[in-house]
């Protein structure tokens, strides 16, 4: 094993509700009576991508001209801010990831959201810019398509320059396995807040808590059991 791959939302932290606030924040900026709620939420979360779930919200809502970029843009400013009071990182985390970089492990994000957000998240939760945090950031729109797509997985990969059977991946969604598995890498899914209901599908290890593997020498007792 030479790299563990981490998603971003859901998975190092516990970042929608965030999301969904800095949304509704901005939503009345631009003329839209838009709330979302939880339970719409999850349902939209279903899309992922912030600007692809407004398009997805403003096509299902008949709503002409609404501009997604702009508003996209002032929601990630406003996630920012609201991230940057505090967020904590998801039981197990912080231990697998100082543990796998004291092992020699390369550390790499692969996520949907933006680099912005990235860089947002590791200051609040690590106090460290992400580039120090990862080797590799592989996230939102540098790739043509997004999750359950491979493409961030396989960019990933590419920029790590190691092998598909070298890495292994964490994850909190379907769609985020979904992508992991169709560019061929083990997948461990802990669900989340906002993905509890979700299928495991087509993960390789499925726990309730990253805490609960037992570090990098579980990963590795779990997934040479499976071989
Ligand atoms: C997470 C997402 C993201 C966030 C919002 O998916 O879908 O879109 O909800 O981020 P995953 P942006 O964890 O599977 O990568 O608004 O920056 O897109
Ligand atoms: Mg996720």
Known sequence: MKALIFDIDGTLAE???????????????????????????????????????IARFARERDTAKVPVAALHAEKTRTF????????????GIRDLMAEARASGLCLAAATTTSPENVEALCLAAFGQPAEQVFDVIAAGDIVAVKKPAP???????????????EAVAFEDSANGVRAARAAGLAVVLSRGYY????PA????????SFADLGGLSGLRFRLEALT
């Open 15 to 53: 970042t929608e509700e965030l999301h969904r606030a800095a949304f509704n924040h901005v939503f009345p900026d631009f003329g839209l009576d838009w709330h979302w709620d939880r339970d719409t939420y999850r349902a939209l979360l279903t899309t992922t991508g912030g600007k692809e779930r």
């Open 80 to 91: 920012a801010r609201l991230i940057e009071e505090g967020i904590a990182l998801r039981p």
């Open 151 to 165: 493409d961030v997985y396989l960019l990933a990969l590419e920029l790590l320059g190691v092998d598909r059977h």
């Open 195 to 198: 993905t509890l209901h979700e």
């Open 201 to 208: 599908g087509d993960a390789t290890l499925c726990i309730g």
